[in-house]
């Protein structure tokens, strides 16, 4: 998805999501006077009228910072760091999550997956825990979850992928029973070729 952005609204949409596993609404309102690029943190507004401090990833820093250096995107304190799509002609107070949800189908569409903001929080997780094997409390303070048990869905999430990974070793070659047949050896024998044709034991 982010090769497939096309501009620095949509890709900062994506990066502000995929590396801060922020929700979709605290995403949207996140302004540049709420991000601290020499400490390296940024304030969000959760729901339930949460304030936290998260800390960012250096990739996700060099980003903020390579889009304050270009001349597309407007970095005023109340500027929104996730560009508006348009100009708008008044400007609201707070605006909706809508601008992500819009901005993340697009892409997605353009790539032809279906995706979602929530989608792109649960693979920040993952893959954070991924790289930080046992670090689900640090996670559950970044997610900002009240209740480990809410953070540990991630985690069931991430076990159930690896367990699946043992079917990429899995071959009915390894067995006794089935054996691969080439499908000219199956037509040879008169028979439709399926692809893995059972072959007694010798």
């Known amino acids: 998805m982010f090769a497939a952005a096309k501009d620095w609204q949509e ?14 609404n605290a995403a949207s309102r996140l302004r540049w006077r709420d991000v601290d690029l020499e400490g390296g943190s940024m304030r969000v507004y959760e729901k ?8 960012m990833s250096f990739e996700l820093l060099a980003i903020l910072r390579a889009a304050i250096q270009s001349d597309e995107v407007a970095c005023r304190p109340d500027d929104y760091v996730i560009p508006n799509r348009r100009t708008a002609s008044v400007r609201r107070a707070e605006r909706t999550y809508k601008i992500v949800y819009e901005t993340v189908k697009k892409v997605a569409e353009r790539v032809g997956i279906e995706a979602t903001a929530h989608a792109l929080r649960r693979a920040f997780a993952v893959a954070f825990l991924r790289a930080n094997p046992g670090g689900i409390e640090s996670l559950q303070a970044l997610m900002l979850h009240s209740r480990i048990d809410t953070t540990n ?3 069931k999430a991430l076990t159930r992928e690896q367990r699946m990974e043992a079917v990429r070793d899995f071959s009915w070659s390894t067995t ?4 691969y047949q080439a499908p000219e050896a199956a037509q040879s024998q008169g028979k439709a070729h399926t692809g893995f044709e059972p072959v007694p034991p010798p």
């Open 11 to 24: 890709f900062l949409c994506l990066a502000v999501l995929a590396c801060t596993g922020t929700r979709r």
């Open 48 to 55: 339930g009228g949460k304030v936290a401090t998260l800390t």
């Open 153 to 155: 869905i991630y985690l």
């Open 176 to 179: 006794s029973e089935f054996l």
